[in-house]
């Protein structure tokens, strides 16, 4: 079956209920995007990517990553120089347009996004930047609240043998984290691991 969505990945754990929403329920068949240069340090980038890939193989599907590295643009931005649009809207718009950018590159008629599926993102505005985004290139945006499916779906990467995450990604996010301790030695132990790997 040929893709005929380009749906925008932030990780393995939160594409999982949206996968099963759009491909069970819709009939449809997406094609992975990994875009996401917020995530920081590039380790946590490397991990959230290869688990999307675990995703992919288990269902059988392709991932198309690109590797754009842009903690500058996180930790120094400054709403003030970019119209009042706040850290995280500049995240949404950033991602949201290049998804769409790339969806009309491929010929993809739509697509969609996984941060549509967290109650801990701001819904409204991921749909308000998702509409515009496909507005600007000339295809549609799949508005769909998966976020009912939140934990069945965390449930299912546990099941999967994901790794889940307990920040959102950029650094300023891990610094506002209760987490960051347990983050930064499992970010160390698994680059550790990945390095022994290659020895």
């Known amino acids: 079956m040929t893709e005929n969505i380009l749906l925008h990945a932030c990780c393995g754990p939160c594409a999982e209920y949206p996968l099963d929403v759009l491909i069970s329920e819709e009939g449809l068949r997406p094609l992975l995007f990994f875009y996401n240069p917020n995530i920081h340090p590039q380790v946590e980038w490397q991990r959230r990517r290869d688990n999307l890939q675990k995703v992919a193989d288990l269902r ?15 930790v120094h931005y400054d709403p003030a120089q970019n119209g009042g649009l706040s850290r995280c809207q500049m995240c949404y718009e950033t991602r949201l347009d290049r998804t769409a950018a790339k969806a009309r590159e491929l010929g993809l008629p739509a697509f969609t996004t996984t941060l549509l599926v967290s109650p801990y993102q701001d819904y409204d505005e991921l749909v308000r930047q998702g509409l515009a985004a ?66």
């Open 134 to 199: 496909a507005q600007r290139h000339g295809v549609e945006f799949l508005v769909r609240d998966f976020r009912p499916g939140f934990r069945a779906g965390q449930n299912q990467a546990r099941e999967d043998g994901l790794y889940r995450q307990k920040y959102c990604g950029c650094r300023p996010s891990l610094e506002q984290s209760d987490f960051k301790e347990k983050i930064l030695k499992g970010q160390a132990a698994w680059q550790a691991e990945q390095e022994k790997g290659q020895d």
């Open 60 to 74: 059988g599907l392709n991932v198309v990553v690109e590797a754009d590295y842009a903690e500058n643009e996180w």
